[in-house]
């Protein structure tokens, strides 16, 4: 890391720093959180996972938006990019019915305004993929608000906009995975503003974190099926009687390693690229 990096934030699972004016610094952590709640036990590699899934989407699908990737440094887990005004809006596709679009739906039938047709099972595909945008929550879950509450937060033009590049994203990303033998159930996306008003794709991008994968071969509607993110941890979470506030609890061994194999069976099934060619040279994924 460059001496002069700046410190300037931290989230769940990475850290922030200043390059200069125009670069920052996205360095992916191993830290993992469930229930909003980081805990103690990191997952070997996960940051790497995400970084390099990230930079294989932001390579992929440039020519649909622009990003904010400038350079994959070789630790594999830190990313330089470009500087952005962020929407205040979390950018969510769903192109079948789990989370909380589930909940919305069996409370009101719909999702963030999208009245759906009755009788929809859990994590059954919708008629065609929705955008749900949510408020970004500094603390706690972000809230799934209707098209008029988020065009008040960035103006109608641009709603407008992120709406068709999010749907075009998610399409392209969803095809892909798909013919990959994985199902893209939802994802979440971040979008800023440049210096010339440009839409820019930034964060992180179609990653276990961000977005619901699911074994298609695993798949069938009516329940939760099996996913390539923080399940392992979950399922051993749910099983402790903990109150889901901090601190979180230790994670034994085979939940790590259980869980840090999944991440990396998702990296290698979507992107075809073995995980320690990546470990050894980072800028693989972006041919």
């Given at each position: 890391?460059?001496?002069?990096?700046?410190?300037?934030?931290?989230?769940?699972?990475?850290?922030?720093?200043?390059?200069?004016?125009?670069?920052?610094?996205?360095?992916?952590?191993?830290?993992?959180?469930?229930?909003?709640?980081?805990?103690?036990?990191?997952?070997?590699?996960?940051?790497?996972?995400?970084?390099?899934?990230?930079?294989?989407?932001?390579?992929?699908?440039?020519?649909?938006?622009?990003?904010?990737?400038?350079?994959?440094?070789?630790?594999?887990?830190?990313?330089?990019?470009?500087?952005?005004?962020?929407?205040?809006?979390?950018?969510?596709?769903?192109?079948?019915?789990?989370?909380?679009?589930?909940?919305?739906?069996?409370?009101?039938?719909?999702?963030?305004?999208?009245?759906?047709?009755?009788?929809?099972?859990?994590?059954?595909?919708?008629?065609?993929?929705?955008?749900?945008?949510?408020?970004?929550?500094?603390?706690?879950?972000?809230?799934?608000?209707?098209?008029a509450a988020a065009a008040e937060l960035v103006g109608e033009e641009r709603f407008d906009e992120v709406e068709r590049i999010a749907l075009a994203?998610?399409?392209?990303?969803?095809?892909?995975?798909?013919?990959?033998?994985?199902?893209?159930?939802?994802?979440?996306?971040?979008?800023?503003?440049?210096?010339?008003?440009?839409?820019?794709?930034?964060?992180?991008?179609?990653?276990?974190?961000?977005?619901?994968?699911?074994?298609?071969?695993?798949?069938?509607?009516?329940?939760?099926?099996?996913?390539?993110?923080?399940?392992?941890?979950?399922?051993?979470?749910?099983?402790?009687?903990?109150?889901?506030?901090?601190?979180?609890?230790?994670?034994?061994?085979?939940?790590?390693?259980?869980?840090?194999?999944?991440?990396?069976?998702?990296?290698?099934?979507?992107?075809?690229?073995?995980?320690?060619?990546?470990?050894?040279?980072?800028?693989?994924?972006?041919?």
């Amino acid at each position: 890391m460059s001496e002069t990096a700046q410190h300037v934030g931290s989230g769940k699972v990475r850290e922030l720093y200043a390059l200069d004016d125009e670069r920052l610094l996205l360095v992916a952590s191993d830290r993992i959180s469930t229930f909003d709640v980081i805990l103690p036990t990191e997952i070997p590699d996960k940051g790497r996972v995400l970084t390099g899934l990230s930079g294989f989407w932001f390579a992929r699908t440039q020519e649909l938006v622009p990003n904010h990737l400038l350079a994959l440094r070789e630790d594999g887990r830190s990313t330089e990019c470009r500087r952005l005004q962020m929407l205040p809006i979390e950018c969510v596709v769903r192109g079948y019915l789990s989370g909380s679009g589930w909940k919305d739906y069996l409370a009101t039938g719909s999702v963030c305004g999208h009245e759906l047709p009755a009788g929809l099972q859990e994590s059954e595909q919708l008629p065609q993929p929705i955008f749900t945008p949510a408020t970004k929550a500094e603390t706690g879950h972000d809230e799934n608000i209707d098209r008029a509450a988020a065009a008040e937060l960035v103006g109608e033009e641009r709603f407008d906009e992120v709406e068709r590049i999010a749907l075009a994203l998610y399409a392209f990303v969803s095809g892909y995975a798909r013919e990959r033998g994985i199902i893209l159930a939802d994802t979440k996306l971040e979008f800023g503003i440049d210096e010339e008003g440009t839409l820019v794709l930034g964060d992180e991008a179609f990653t276990p974190d961000s977005s619901r994968f699911w074994p298609a071969e695993d798949y069938a509607p009516g329940g939760t099926p099996p996913s390539f993110d923080k399940q392992f941890v979950r399922d051993y979470c749910e099983t402790l009687g903990w109150g889901k506030t901090e601190p979180g609890p230790e994670l034994p061994d085979d939940v790590v390693t259980g869980t840090r194999a999944r991440y990396v069976e998702a990296f290698e099934q979507l992107t075809g690229i073995d995980f320690d060619a990546y470990l050894a040279d980072p800028t693989v994924v972006l041919g």
